[in-house]
């Protein structure tokens, strides 16, 4: 499929491109952990539809489940970790005037993309 990317955590696809908002289906596998990161250009809206992610959200973190979703402003520095054997699937809504992947400040990643 033309539209799903694969990252060391899982993957990801896009769903819908549309004017100044993209959604995405973020699939995590078990023990997942995706980069310590924050975005110049756009805020993000999470909503888990499987699984139990433990999301960093600046100082917090957040266990969450199916159901329920979060917010990630502008600017706010934020990750998503699987610690449990069941896959996580989270769909986001990427807001801002620019969507792309280059839009990444890391901090800490496992998989040395810092």
Avoid at 50 to 60: D, M, R, W
Avoid at 85 to 102: C, D, F, M, N
Wanted: glycine share 6%; charged share 30%.
């Amino acid at each position: 499929k033309k539209n799903v990317f694969y990252r060391p955590w899982g993957r990801y696809t896009n769903l819908f491109n549309g004017k100044e908002f993209l959604i995405k289906e973020l699939y995590v596998k078990s023990k997942g952990i995706l980069s310590l990161q924050k975005h110049f250009h756009r805020s993000e809206h999470w909503l888990i539809t499987q699984g139990k992610p433990k999301i960093t959200l600046n100082k917090k973190i957040y266990f969450k489940k199916p159901e329920e979703s979060i917010f990630i402003p502008l600017g706010a520095i934020h990750r998503i970790e699987n610690p449990y054997k069941k896959p996580v699937k989270i769909i986001e809504a990427q807001l801002g005037s620019i969507l792309r992947e280059t839009d990444i400040v890391r901090y800490q990643d496992i998989y040395n993309r810092v």
